[in-house]
């Protein structure tokens, strides 16, 4: 018997109900089922079947897609959460040298200094620490 030469039309007439119903029950998402659905047009467009029994091989490939979208779906999620907790680790170590920058007073022009340790170690009012180091309020 001569192989059934594939037919993408036919095909696609007389599976494609029951494809795009697999793929619903799979994912439980119309967008990802027409996605999935539709990579496994694309590859049995690239490598068609041998002979005529497509039914069960289009089902096999939609697994396979569904299957492989879902491994995908997880490592990526693996990955973002990474890089957050990278970024978020850096944050914290960018933000810690800020501060101790800022309590160090460097930067800061040498008359502001005495006003800010004096308010910060007394925990008075800046009006109040700018008199105590004879310095103008606006300081």
């Known amino acids: 018997m001569a192989p059934v030469p594939f037919d993408v039309e036919t095909s696609l007439a007389r ?3 029951a494809l795009r119903a697999l793929a619903i029950e799979l994912v439980r998402c119309a967008a990802d089922a027409d996605d999935a659905v539709q990579e496994t047009w694309l ?10 029994g497509t ?14 979208s879902q491994r995908d779906h997880v490592r990526r999620g693996r990955r973002e959460r990474a890089v957050v907790r990278d970024e978020r680790a850096e944050d914290h170590a ?7 920058y800022m309590r160090s007073g460097a930067g800061m022009p040498s008359s502001h200094r005495p006003v800010v340790s004096s308010r910060r170690a ?13 310095s103008a309020p606006t300081t």
Do not use: M
């Not at 960018?94 to 101790?100: D, G, Y």
């Open 15 to 17: 599976h494609g109900a």
């Open 55 to 68: 039914s069960g091989w289009f089902a096999t490939i939609l697994k396979n897609v569904v299957r492989r």
């Open 122 to 134: 007394q925990s008075t009012s800046s009006n109040r620490a700018s008199r105590t180091a004879g």
């Open 43 to 52: 590859r049995a467009l690239r490598r068609p079947p041998a002979d005529g």
């Open 94 to 100: 960018v933000l810690a040298r800020r501060a101790a």
